[in-house]
Antibody
Framework: QVQLQESGPGLVKPSQTLSLTCTVSGGSISSGGYYWSWIRQHPGKGLEWIGYIYYSGSTYYNPSLKSRVTISVDTSKNQFSLKLSSVTAADTAVYYC????????????WGQGTLVTVSS | QSALTQPASVSGSPGQSITISCTGTSSDVGSYNLVSWYQQHPGKAPKLMIYEGSKRPSGVSNRFSGSKSGNTASLTISGLQAEDEADYYCCSYAGSNVVFGGGTKLTVL
């Protein structure tokens, strides 16, 4: 059973960079077959796709966030990470990491989510 | 890319059936049979309920079913139970991108 766990600061100051890491257990990122993804949910709102990375390092980002997002992978640690630069209060959200099946597009495994608040 | 369109809320009584629609475009829902549906209870992560439009993961009740016609996908829940009360989101692959619906709050009366 694959499990994902987000970690990182819960409070980030405006204009700084939000950094989160997702640790995968019960499966190897390097095994292929999955896009390792970040999704966020603003308080009381719907889900927003941020982007994903394949184990090879190929990335795809939401066009609306592309200029500020970087997703990277560390296969040796079985982790992947999110960096979102120049944050504002509008980036306050619960951030989820999830695995997306390449062939079918569904998110079968999710982390529990971590709330990141942007405030001075 | 725009979010897929879902009704903000639906409701039904225990035992009844409800259907939640998810309308996209010919660039997402209409082009790919890769619509998935998620159930989210308050404070919890989303849970996969339907994938590839109509397939159920192991462990998901057969009261949940999915379908698609043109640019619109649908999730039907039959035999409503109190535990079905939650938010539901559709999701579609759209080329290299992914788009979610705005979510539907299901109330079991």
């Amino acid at each position: 059973q694959v499990q994902l766990q987000e970690s990182g600061p819960g409070l980030v100051k405006p204009s700084q960079t939000l950094s989160l890491t997702c640790t995968v257990s019960g499966g190897s990122i390097s095994s292929g077959g999955y896009y390792w993804s970040w999704i966020r949910q603003h308080p009381g709102k719907g889900l927003e796709w941020i982007g994903y990375i394949y184990y090879s390092g190929s990335t795809y980002y939401n066009p609306s966030l592309k200029s500020r997002v970087t997703i990277s992978v560390d296969t040796s640690k079985n982790q992947f990470s999110l960096k979102l630069s120049s944050v504002t209060a509008a980036d306050t959200a619960v951030y989820y990491c999830a695995s997306q099946r390449v062939s079918s597009g569904y998110y079968g495994y999710w982390g529990q989510g971590t709330l990141v608040t942007v405030s001075s | 890319q725009s979010a897929l369109t879902q009704p903000a809320s639906v409701s039904g009584s225990p035992g009844q059936s409800i259907t939640i629609s998810c309308t996209g475009t010919s660039s997402d829902v209409g082009s790919y049979n890769l619509v998935s549906w998620y159930q989210q209870h308050p404070g919890k992560a989303p849970k996969l309920m339907i994938y590839e439009g109509s397939k159920r993961p192991s462990g998901v009740s057969n009261r949940f079913s999915g379908s698609k016609s043109g640019n619109t996908a649908s999730l039907t829940i039959s035999g409503l139970q109190a535990e079905d009360e939650a938010d539901y989101y559709c999701c579609s692959y759209a080329g290299s991108n992914v788009v979610f619906g705005g979510g539907t709050k299901l109330t079991v009366l």
